[in-house]
């Protein structure tokens, strides 16, 4: 029989780390949803490796059901509804499914119906059955049984457009993240269903629409209330600037990308990205000093491998240095531009300017 004692332990981490999460403040750093992640995997396999050593019919339920609910919560707060099919998680899919299928069998209450319809769901998503996830998250958007919290029919629908977005079905997820909003609990939960409307907005070019999707949705968001998801709300950030500097509504758009930087880790790929806008913005306004500055911070807090985003913003640098003729801090950058084995498609014209300034 597995240890009573050592189940209730794990059972109470498991609430303490949901808790936790579900009411963490703020952005939520790369590192803290590394550390989250580890906290549930090796929750996860102690609970795995203690449903292997019981028989007990009570203790193998209980040890299930806080699998199941790792599953899902490391789904809906870590991995933002977007599933890796890894061979661990097709392991543990399938005893999940297993499991449903006989606690279904034997009539129990353990779960209710529409419970064991979602977890199926989930665990078909997570063995990589997109097919069957996705008749099984329709069977439970149409239930009509009891669903108090709306908890299961929100994430249902929302993991549907999640879906339908991936198969570029972008007017079928938008309709389907609407349908979400009918079931979100609080302002934090409807703002991320507005995010997510207005994302497939953005994929249907209507740029109006999703515009004001996204303002709608900041608005609502909360840092300090339960549920805020620093995802969705950078996001919305990212895209309102996007939005607003193609436009060449660039006070707007600055607005949006500095709360990008008040909100990300600075060594971030998101925290570049407004970085970078920053810096075109300042070129754009004729403040080539300023516009240097900021693409320079860009590269240097930037902590991934050099790809074509990294290299563009060197040209943006030359550029720059090129308009208050200063060909000899140019150069540097021309060079780099010239040995680096990064596809680009501007680098023709970048080695024009280095041939001039040479």
Not at 23 to 31: I, M, R, Y
Not at 311 to 317: G, Q
């Amino acid at each position: 029989m597995a240890d009573q004692n050592r189940i209730k332990q794990l059972v109470d981490q498991r609430v303490t780390l949901e808790n936790q999460l579900q009411n963490e403040h703020g952005e939520l750093s790369d590192s803290a949803s590394r550390r989250y992640d580890d906290s549930y995997a090796a929750i996860q396999r102690q609970l795995a490796s203690l449903f292997k050593d019981t028989r007990d019919d009570s203790d193998r339920i209980t040890i299930m059901l806080e699998m199941m609910r790792i599953l899902e919560n490391r789904l809906v707060y870590l991995q933002h509804f977007i599933v890796d099919p890894s061979s661990d998680n097709r392991i543990l899919a399938q005893l999940v499914t297993k499991f449903i299928d006989q606690v279904a069998s034997e009539r129990s209450s353990v779960l209710t119906t529409l419970e064991a319809i979602y977890y199926r769901a989930v665990a078909a998503l997570y063995a990589g059955d997109v097919p069957r996830a996705r008749d099984g998250f329709k069977e439970a958007c149409a239930s009509e049984e009891s669903d108090e919290a709306n908890d299961i029919k929100y994430k249902s629908y929302v993991i549907l457009g999640h879906l339908s977005h991936e198969d570029k079905d972008y007017a079928g997820a938008k309709a389907l993240h609407d349908q979400s909003l009918k079931y979100s609990q609080n302002n934090n939960v409807t703002a991320q269903a507005l995010a997510l409307k207005a994302l497939n907005s953005y994929a249907l070019q209507d740029y109006d629409e999703a515009l004001r999707l996204f303002e709608e949705s900041l608005q609502l968001f909360d840092v300090d209330k339960p549920y805020f998801n620093s995802y969705f709300h950078r996001n919305a950030l990212l895209f309102c600037g996007g939005i607003c500097f193609d436009r060449k509504q660039y006070d707007a758009a600055e607005r949006y990308y500095r709360r990008v930087l008040e909100a990300v880790e600075p060594t971030s790929y998101d925290s570049f990205d407004a970085l970078s806008h920053l810096g075109r913005i300042e070129y754009s306004k004729g403040r080539y000093d300023e516009a240097v500055s900021t693409f320079e911070k860009a590269v240097g807090t930037h902590k991934f491998s050099e790809n074509e985003y990294i290299v563009d913003t060197y040209f943006w640098i030359a550029r720059s240095h090129l308009k208050q003729n200063r060909a000899d801090k140019a150069r540097p950058y021309l060079e780099k531009i010239a040995a680096t084995e990064v596809r680009y498609e501007k680098k023709p014209q970048a080695l024009e300017l280095l041939r001039k300034v040479s």
